[in-house]
């Protein structure tokens, strides 16, 4: 057994944290709690993550909550000055960008991703998919003329800012989400999703 413990069944935002762990190459168990048989309302569950959603993580005596600030511990902890930033400007961008793709990012990609593939085809709606598609444009414009300049966000290198950013468009990635409107978006997801470590957790959430 080992002490990283990353609950949430594949098909969900836990799949950000095993993209997490395999770029770490740490050892993890997969606890494979989901919402559906009303695994994440179960009182240990809920002790983990009062507010009863995956993932949640378990680093021994540890418990965390919130799939993106996961990935900040996990790369802090084990990945600092590799995967998570050796200065603290560097660190102070990888914030900015955590929060900018929760806050700017998830709330159109996510509506979007639902109402285009996620739910079964009678409850989806054009309407919201298409009102979330235009309101992407602007975030993902900022997101291309920074990457117009860099390959990855924080300079040369892929960090753990990529993979929050990335983490967020994962199934939309999977799903073949249309990037070509936003050209270094394109070429940077691309060039995310083609890491190793990207791949073998693309096959772990298709196994699933
Ligand atoms: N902001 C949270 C969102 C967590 C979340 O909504 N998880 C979904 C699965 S991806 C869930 O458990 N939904 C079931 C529910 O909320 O009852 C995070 O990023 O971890």
């Not at 919130?66 to 990888?94: F, H, M, Q, W």
């Not at 291309?144 to 967020?168: E, R, T």
């Not at 190793?196 to 298709?206: F, G, L």
Request: charged share 25%.
């Amino acid at each position: 057994m080992a002490d990283v413990k990353i609950i949430g069944i594949p098909k969900s935002r836990a799949i950000r944290n095993i993209w997490t762990a395999e770029e770490l190459g740490l050892p993890y168990d997969q606890v494979k709690v989901t919402w559906t048989d009303g695994g994440t309302k179960k009182p240990e569950f809920l002790a983990i993550n009062p507010m009863g959603a995956v993932p949640a993580l378990q680093d021994g005596k540890t418990n965390l909550f919130e799939s993106l600030a996961i990935n900040l511990y996990l790369a802090k902890k084990y990945g600092a000055g590799k995967l998570y930033p050796a200065s603290v400007e560097d660190e102070g961008r990888t914030w900015q960008w955590t929060l900018w793709v929760a806050t700017e990012v998830e709330k159109h990609s996510g509506a979007y991703g639902m109402h285009t593939w996620g739910y079964a085809p009678e409850k989806r709606d054009a309407k919201v998919a298409a009102d979330a598609l235009a309101a992407l444009d602007k975030p993902l414009k900022v997101l291309d003329q920074h990457l117009a300049k860099q390959p990855y966000l924080l300079g040369k290198d892929f960090s753990i800012a990529d993979l929050n950013v990335a983490g967020v468009l994962f199934t939309p990635y999977v799903n073949k989400f249309d990037f070509s409107p936003w050209p270094n978006v394109k070429a940077w997801v691309d060039r995310c999703f083609a890491r190793k470590a990207a791949q073998k957790t693309i096959e772990i959430r298709a196994a699933s």
